[in-house]
């Protein structure tokens, strides 16, 4: 029989997106009866009903609302509900196409210990930031994750694991009270724990998150910010401390976007990418001076 799946979304304040997720959900090939959808409002302004509603005669449908507390708190919420014994997590900027769980839950079957990460592909390609994040995501996947039966990192918009051992090593840190790196440490600590990490291209996903130059920065300037709290987790499970990257990690970063595209566009993805990486730079600073200047 097919796993129980649970579908996790942690939602706020971007209603339309939302639609366009859980049409995405209604249109999955996987049995309608295998899976449940669990839409966590994180306090956006104006309440989600009117966007979750007419989804329940298609889909097994529940929403939950919690104070503003960041996606962290939202997706653990979410999980404590849940009833499967698959847990999946997009967002509510994401439409899965319509094999998606049906390919996670194949690797489930076969790898019912591996946490598992799908292929996310953006699609916003007239926006440049939107695209640049979307290029340093893929470059990410194609370092950590050479080997996909040995994959290292999954962004939490797109992975699953069993609802037994993701509770049993407690989720996601909720120290991160923005989307930061939870999905980095989440990854890490279920590797530390013995556990596998198993990449799935065929559970796609399409990504749309719209981004201008100021949130472009304070993206990657809150993953600078949230890589802080990774190293501090990592080191209170008695973790070895993480080494920096070789300088060919990010002058092939710098030119991914030439492999991928050409001219022009190409520069100015590879410039964005830079200005990525001094933003997260500088959030990392900037935390690591805040936590020494607490009492």
Do not use: K
Not at 4 to 25: E, M
Not at 46 to 74: E, K, M
Not at 124 to 137: E, F, H, T, W
Not at 195 to 224: C, E, K, M, S
């Amino acid at each position: 029989m097919s796993p129980l799946v649970s579908i996790i979304i942690p939602a706020y304040n971007r209603p339309d997106q939302l639609a366009a997720c859980l049409g995405g959900l209604a249109e999955q090939s996987y049995p309608r009866d295998r899976f449940e959808v669990i839409v966590v409002d994180d306090g956006s302004p104006s309440p989600l009903h009117p966007v979750v509603d007419p989804f329940h005669p298609r889909i097994q449908l529940t929403l939950l609302r919690q104070t503003n507390a960041g996606p962290s708190r939202a997706r653990n919420q979410g999980a404590e509900r849940a009833r499967g014994d698959l847990l999946a997590f997009t967002d509510d900027d994401c439409v899965p196409e319509p094999g998606w769980l049906s390919a996670l839950a194949v690797a489930f079957r076969s790898h019912p210990e591996s946490m598992l990460g799908g292929r996310t592909i953006g699609v916003l390609d007239r926006n440049p930031y939107a695209m640049a994040s979307q290029l340093l995501v893929s470059y990410v996947y194609g370092y950590y994750n050479r080997d996909p039966d040995q994959a290292r990192f999954f962004a939490s918009n797109n992975l699953a694991a069993s609802a037994r051992l993701f509770r049993a090593i407690g989720g996601f840190n909720t120290s991160h009270a923005r989307a930061a790196a939870e999905d980095r440490e989440l990854c890490d600590h279920w590797r530390s724990r013995g556990y596998g990490l198993r990449y799935v291209p065929d559970a796609v996903i399409h990504h749309a998150h719209a981004l201008t130059a100021r949130g472009f920065w304070r993206q990657h300037f809150n993953y600078g910010r949230g890589a802080v709290e990774f190293r501090r987790a990592r080191s209170a499970r008695g973790s070895p401390s993480l080494g920096v990257e070789p300088l060919s990690f990010y002058t092939d970063m710098l030119r991914f976007p030439f492999a991928e595209q050409c001219g022009s566009r190409a520069l100015a993805h590879s410039a964005l990418i830079g200005v990525s990486q001094i933003a997260n730079t500088a959030g990392f600073i900037w935390e690591t001076a805040c936590r020494r200047l607490r009492p």
